[in-house]
């Protein structure tokens, strides 16, 4: 049974977090409002606190062998909110929504856990904002310590984002690979978004940054990605810099898109400049340094808010491409 700390707090007057102040509590703050909402909720719907708790446990589909993290009790937080406004919407919760996923190249992995949305949320990778009774929902947790876990995602990055990729999708892919230390791994949709991005208008090939850095070679390599439906294409940290810059040069991104490229290049400079100052004898120069460098920026931007580096998922050996550079080994290569 899932345990929160107890905040003694007088029902009558109690001020619940709305949604917005929901989003920015954290630690102790988190599982004493949860604990005050469970008894709020219980003399709302007139049922036992220990029935209340064990359906908020369901409906967030907390796993009895699972410790909550703090995206999981914000979501139970929602939850009570609601149940405390509207005693109508205590119900048990409903069976698991059934979605065809994506198949080949585009697939992604089975979700840890989907449920409707109790409140209007903010994908926690492409930051969307999804309504109240919208799907949402967290993936697996990530094998490797160096990714961190993503928050409650929305319908497109759970099942579609590599599929139908869109742009915002390919450029949330750039920044998480660097943030990893990475070389960018694209499958052959991906590719096709970013060739098309490249070459739809002429002027960016005149942009200091490729002037510098000649991506017609890269234009090749992600033209045959698409031609021969490859699952993974290598993009080497030096080229995925050219091309952030690049495309920082743009006519054609809307605003989501150039707010994104701005934070993409901010960080990529800062992350080679650290502003902030951050101790390497402490950090190191890999990723925990980056991750810090992220947290301590004098300008904070939508990437640093939502941090990582996240693992947004490889296509699997099997159906990448066979001649593909392992990406340790594109990291630092160049003109890819």
């Known amino acids: 049974m899932v345990a929160f700390e107890t905040v ?67 979501e139970c937080l929602r939850v009570l909110r609601t149940w405390i406004n509207d005693p109508a919407a205590y119900v048990p919760p409903a069976r698991r929504p059934k979605v065809t996923r994506p198949e080949g190249i585009g697939q992604l992995p089975v979700p840890r ?23 949402i929902g967290r993936a697996k947790d990530p094998k490797g310590r160096a990714y961190e876990a993503m928050g409650w995602l929305c319908e497109h990055c759970l099942y579609q984002r590599r599929e139908t990729p869109r742009r915002r999708d390919v450029l949330l892919r750039v920044h998480h690979h660097l943030f990893a ?96 100052g951050v101790d390497h004898r402490r950090f190191g120069t890999g990723t925990p340094y980056r991750a810090q460098v992220l947290r301590t920026t004098p300008r904070p931007t939508l990437l640093s808010a939502r941090g990582g580096p996240f693992d947004l998922h490889q296509t699997p050996a099997s159906a990448a491409e066979p001649d593909t550079t392992s990406p340790e080994a594109e990291a630092t290569g160049h003109g890819v």
């Not at 005050?36 to 062998?65: H, M, W």
């Not at 856990?113 to 799907?135: I, N, Q, R, W, Y």
């Not at 050219?242 to 994104?260: K, Y």
């Open 8 to 74: 003694t707090l007088d029902m009558a007057t109690m001020d619940f977090p709305a949604s917005d102040e929901i989003r920015s509590l954290s630690g102790r703050s988190l599982t004493g409002w949860i604990e005050s909402g469970v008894a709020a909720a219980a003399a709302s719907v007139g049922k036992p606190v220990e029935r209340v708790r064990s359906r908020l446990v369901k409906t967030v589909d907390i796993k009895p062998n699972r410790e909550p993290d703090e995206e999981d009790l914000r």
């Open 113 to 135: 856990t989907v449920k409707a949305a109790h409140l209007g949320v903010s994908c926690g990778l492409c930051g969307d904002p999804v309504k109240a009774g919208e799907l």
């Open 181 to 276: 230390g990475s070389a960018v791994g694209l499958n052959a949709h991906e590719c096709g978004v970013l060739h098309t991005w490249l070459t739809e208008h002429p002027a960016l090939a005149a942009t200091p940054a490729w002037a510098a850095d000649p991506l017609e070679a890269t234009l090749a390599r992600l033209r045959t990605s698409v031609q021969e439906n490859k699952g993974t294409t290598w993009v080497a940290i030096p080229t995925a810099h050219t091309i952030a810059a690049a495309l920082t040069s743009s006519s054609t991104a809307s605003p989501a898109e150039a707010a994104l490229l701005s934070a993409i290049t901010q960080h990529i400079e800062e992350w080679a400049t650290n502003p902030a």
